[in-house]
Every structure is written in structure tokens, then in C-alpha cells.
């Protein structure tokens, strides 16, 4: 699938930005539902998918990145109403981590090796590392 194709996927929800350093993959701790979860958020205003996931990215763990390369679509459905959407994933790898400052929403962030126990993360986030 291309990443001109999402638009063929509706409704479109929040993007992921998966960061891979040093072999691990960048978490942060969401202080609202007190659990790890992978950068992502929904779009604002007329910022495309990317934009969106570049801005998450940056206002949940202060990485700085210049661009982000289309990784794919995660389907979910949500508990509550059972509406299915679509989430864009995008990716890239960075050589080192720049600094973290805690914020409103993530008190820390970490990179994870998939198999470290961290505490609770997202059901929705594990499937999206799986797929990566």
C-alpha cells in the first residue's frame, strides 16, 4: 500500500511514529492512562498524516525528526462505539536519543526491547511493533 492509498481508508484516526535506536524501539509513559505506549495522536486542523505523526512525536517525547516513511495501516475498532478506523504508522530510525523534557501528557520515555517487562502497554501498540 502506498501512503497516497490511505485516503481510500475511512475514518482515518491518529498517527503512529515508531522510532527504532539502538536495536529498541522508543516508548513514553502516558501520564493520563499510566501506561508505555508508542508516540501518536490525532491530526490538527489540515496537517496531513505525516505532519501529524512528526508533531506527536515531538510533543510526547522531544524528538526532532525531519521525516517519517509510511509503514502502513493499523485497523482497530473502538471498545465503546465497535467504529472500526484506521491509523497510520510511520517509522524511521534515529542513531541517539536527543533530550526529554516531562510534559502535560509523558512523564519519561525509554526504549524497549520488546521483551524487557516495562508494565502495561497497549494492545493496540504490541500489534503495531509486531508488524514492524
Known sequence: MSEEEIFDYMPLAGSFAVIKCEGKYLMCYNIWREQWE????RREGDETPKECAIRELF???GQQV???E??????S?????GEICYNPVYSTDLEKL???IENEETSEIRLWDLKEEIGYINESDIRVLEYI
Open 98 to 100: 536527543q533530550s526529554f
Open 38 to 41: 508508542l508516540p501518536a495522536g
Open 59 to 61: 510533543e510526547e517525547t
Open 77 to 81: 475498532q473502538k471498545v465503546i462505539s
Open 66 to 68: 525531519r521525516d517519517l
Open 70 to 75: 509510511f509503514k502502513g495501516l493499523l485497523k
